[in-house]
């Protein structure tokens, strides 16, 4: 059975350029970059390369602000220990409710050392209230971390604003872009974006490569403290197959951009438009518009999402879910939760997630997989529409 | 993505007895839609014997709680309100070759909806959302009692709050009632160990022999016969138990070291004495 993978917000495919780029330096050109041999320096040049063609990407000014790391959790960790350690009479931060584990796991700890954390809400669509950031920033706010857009429901904040306020009231700014590289077209040179963590798995390179992009100027302490590696701001010897591929992967992101605006957008919108009418009582989470054009979070009512991605998975499709029986804890998402959906919706929520190689026929097996999947579990359902309900609701 | 069953997965896939009895003798209802997962029992009663003919039921819920609810149904078919009301939520799991750990709770709900079911036939109004007289909610965000919590740890002899979570879920939502959990579970454990403590003291030299004799016969035996070996009883001198090996035993390669260990545990737990020594002596 042929999967289809509509999970890539999760992880993607390596693209098969990637993996040819990266394939001699496993047991060809292995030297280590730090060498003083030419065996060792031809991989600092390829690695030079990567940091040239991600700079590229991101808009950056200079290839020196990139900074690879071994993923998107260690470039968000080493961004928010990085500048606290920087300033450390300052003890404020703001994030927001919705942020990945990453960045909101690390603030909770951070508020166990001292640090006082203020998590900003978001209106049922996922958005914030930008006035509400406005009035939390004070003095004594050392960094502002928002994310560029959210994993599980795609909704992308309005960031080169948020960074503007921030910047005003004199704070420093990072963005946990992780979903946005690749699908969102970034020119840093022009933003006020102090800091931004990427990571490589999210657009066609390899696990165990990730990048942290600091602005020239930007007060940074090691998070990761050894040798000499990335200018002194990352110690560790380089991934040198992954920052290889994950150059080549940015530099194919910037090919298909458009294709990631226009026919991955179209066929998302597909699968939507049909699910939605085809399927009743289904709903769509998050603001439509300012969103990723590769993803959709949908609430199936009456049923849970583990079970309907047990059958899909069945099918060959793969996707995931915000309910609380996927995400090993007991609670569903906190996404969905801060965006105040009823339980009724979260639990059966489902987030597909395309990618470009998504093709229009898989998008079409998933629209008549649905619906009887759908139709089966409501069936078993007490609180399906065909059922006497529950006493006890 | 969780490690189930063949079974599970089976009975999630072909659920038993899906739908709804009309007019039903006893309805069982638990959980609700703000927890995630909510199961309905009806069944159908023989009145005079109290023999259960016919059980259905609906489940919103994940995989492992779609096929708990199938297996319960499937347990309790033919089965009278008196032999259905022994079943509990470990052999709900074991019926299907288990869950994962952080699912039990799915098999729990399985026991408690038979447990309503019956309380409804036998005129037991359920407890709605009222907490049932003498007890106490523990978990708010679960709406868990500490009785059941207990009954819970003491029927899966659970030791960490984690596991009472996987089972109940109290203390999966906010976690604040986790110390309570903690303290309920000392006093199970403290509860437990006076108990053990209540046990005969010591035995006499007598009724050891006797014990390590039946033992020896009835639980060693067998197992060394299955691979064409066997045991003989040569000595007891003090706490050192002699014994001699036959058969294929002797020859086997994990003879020795190991079948001594083996038969040393067995004795230990049989005479409830540290101290016994399984020897081995030469043919």
Request: aromatic share 6%; proline share 4%; with cysteine.
């Amino acid at each position: 059975m042929k999967t289809i993978y509509l999970d890539n917000n999760a992880t993607t495919r390596v693209a098969p350029e990637v993996f040819e780029e990266m394939r001699p330096y496993f047991d060809e050109f292995y030297g280590n970059p730090s060498s003083m041999h030419s065996f060792g320096g031809m991989t600092a040049r390829k690695i030079a390369e990567a940091r040239m063609r991600i700079a590229d990407l991101l808009g950056a000014g200079s290839p020196s602000e990139i900074v690879f790391t071994s993923c998107g959790t260690e470039s968000d960790n080493a961004a928010l220990f990085g500048i606290l350690r920087s300033y450390p009479s300052k003890r404020h931060i703001i994030t927001t409710k919705v942020e990945h584990p990453a960045v909101l796991n690390t603030c909770r700890y951070l508020m166990r050392e001292g640090y006082r954390v203020t998590f900003l809400s978001v209106d049922q669509s996922g958005q914030l209230d930008l006035e509400e950031l406005r009035e939390a920033i004070t003095p004594d706010t050392c960094l502002v971390s928002i994310m560029y857009a959210n994993n599980e429901t795609g909704v992308i904040f309005p960031i080169n604003e948020i960074a503007a306020i921030v910047k005003e009231k004199g704070a420093i700014f990072h963005t946990d872009a992780v979903q946005a590289v690749g699908k969102i077209s970034l020119n840093l040179k022009e933003s006020p974006i102090d800091i931004l963590s990427l990571s490589g798995h999210k657009l066609h390179a390899s696990k165990g490569v990730g990048v942290l992009y600091l602005r020239e100027g930007t007060k940074f302490t090691p998070f990761l403290i050894g040798g000499h590696q990335e200018n002194g701001r990352r110690g560790g010897t380089e991934n040198v197959a992954s920052i290889i591929g994950l150059g080549k992967a940015c530099e194919l992101a910037g090919l298909h951009y458009d294709e990631e605006q226009t026919r991955v957008r179209t066929l998302r919108d597909r699968l939507e438009t049909s699910i939605l009418e085809k399927v009743p009582n289904t709903l769509v989470n998050g603001d439509r518009v300012h969103r990723l054009p590769n993803t959709t979070n949908i609430s199936f009512e009456f049923i849970e999402g583990e079970a309907i991605l047990l059958l899909l998975s069945d099918r060959g499709i793969a996707a995931s879910s915000g309910s609380a029986c996927t995400s090993g804890s007991l609670e569903p998402s906190h996404v969905l939760r801060a965006m105040q959906i009823p339980f009724t919706h979260t639990h059966g929520s489902i987030r597909f997630s395309l990618s470009r190689y998504t093709t229009q026929e898989e998008i079409d097996t998933v629209i008549n997989e649905l619906l009887p999947i759908i139709d089966r579990l409501r069936a078993i359902s007490p609180f399906g529409p065909k059922s006497k309900g529950i006493g006890i609701r | 993505m969780w490690d189930y069953s063949e079974k599970v997965m089976d009975h999630f896939h072909n659920p038993r007895n899906v739908g709804e009895i009309e007019n039903p003798d006893a309805i069982g209802e638990i959980g609700n839609i703000v927890c995630g997962d909510a199961l309905k029992l009806t069944l159908r009663i023989d009145r005079s014997t109290e023999k259960i003919l016919d059980a259905r039921f609906q489940t919103f819920g994940c995989g492992s709680a779609i096929a708990s609810s199938s297996a319960l149904t499937e347990m309790i078919k033919g089965k009278t309100l008196e032999e259905a009301s022994k079943i509990t939520n470990k052999e709900i799991a074991d019926y299907l070759d288990g869950l994962p750990e952080e699912k039990m709770h799915c098999s729990v709900m399985g026991m408690e909806a038979l447990e309503a079911a019956i309380n409804s036939y036998r005129g037991i109004k359920a407890p709605a959302r009222e907490v049932p007289e003498g007890e106490k909610i523990v978990c708010h965000c679960f709406g868990v009692t500490d009785k059941k919590i207990t009954q819970v740890i003491e029927m899966n002899s659970l030791t960490t709050v984690e596991q009472v979570t996987n089972y109940t879920k109290a203390g999966g939502g906010c976690g604040q009632c986790r110390p309570q959990i903690e303290a309920i579970l000392a006093e199970v454990s403290k509860k437990g160990k006076e108990k053990k403590g209540a046990l005969p003291k010591k035995m006499t030299t007598l009724e050891k022999i006797k014990v390590i004799q039946e033992t020896l016969e009835k639980e060693i035996r067998p197992y060394l016969r299955a691979d064409g070996g066997d045991i003989e009883l040569v000595d007891i001198d003090g706490n050192n138990v002699y014994i001699k090996l036959s058969g294929t035993c002797q020859s086997c390669p994990s003879m020795g070291f190991t079948i001594e260990t083996f038969i040393t545990q067995k004795l230990r737990q049989a005479v409830n004495d540290e101290e016994i020594e399984a020897k081995r002596v030469p043919e």
